[in-house]
Nanobody, 123 residues
Framework: QVQLVESGGGLVQAGGSLRLSCAASGRTFSSYSMGWFRQAPGKEREFVAGITSSGRTTRYADSVKGRFTISGDNAKNTVYLQIGSLKPEDTAVYYC????????????????WGQGTQVTVSS
């Protein structure tokens, strides 16, 4: 089992930035690929960014490339998502996920999920 707890969300003006954190506990964190997803009201959950267990490879949704950065710290069992140049359409609940099926963008690639952290971007 892996437990994931997100933090760092909040209300921010358009153009601003936040750093989301996902603290993991349980099984060996370093053996999991980690992903960030988001879900806006009335919309499906969508992939935002992912990072392999080694940290060598990252992947981003086209909508966030150049604005968001995912990173991990295995010593702290924590993965981060730096989100910048925020737009109102980035408003969503952001979820952290862990899996062992490679760096995928599908929900099914991930076995463990956090409860989410709300990000609200005002115009």
């Amino acid at each position: 089992q892996v437990q994931l707890v997100e933090s760092g969300g909040g209300l921010v003006q358009a153009g601003g930035s936040l750093r989301l954190s996902c603290a993991a506990s349980g099984r060996t964190f370093s053996s999991y690929s980690m992903g960030w997803f988001r879900q806006a009201p009335g919309k499906e959950r969508e992939f935002v960014a992912g990072i392999t267990s080694s940290g060598r490879t990252t992947r981003y949704a086209d909508s966030v490339k150049g604005r968001f950065t995912i990173s991990g710290d295995n010593a702290k069992n924590t993965v981060y998502l730096q989100i910048g140049s925020l737009k109102p359409e980035d408003t969503a609940v952001y979820y952290c996920a862990a899996g062992q099926r490679g760096l995928g963008y599908r929900i099914g690639n991930y076995d463990y999920w956090g409860q989410g952290t709300q990000v609200t971007v005002s115009s």
